[in-house]
């Protein structure tokens, strides 16, 4: 998939915790990344989309 890609953030909760994504040029998630309030990497995800937005594979755990 040739898309432009547009990162974004979501907010911090309570905990500290923040998840940086990554969208395709239709607006689907196709990478996430949430770390600790220290910055490690708590978790990573990595999504392929066909070309009707639908999930076609998903690595790393949700």
Excluded at 25 to 45: I, V
């Amino acid at each position: 998939m040739n898309a432009t890609q547009d990162q974004g953030r979501l907010g911090g909760g309570q905990d500290g915790n923040r998840i940086a994504y990554v969208l395709d040029a239709s607006g689907n998630r196709t990478k996430e990344d949430a770390k600790d309030p220290q910055g490690a990497l708590k978790r990573s995800m990595n999504r392929a989309f066909d070309a009707l937005g639908r999930a076609q594979q998903a690595t790393g755990r949700e």
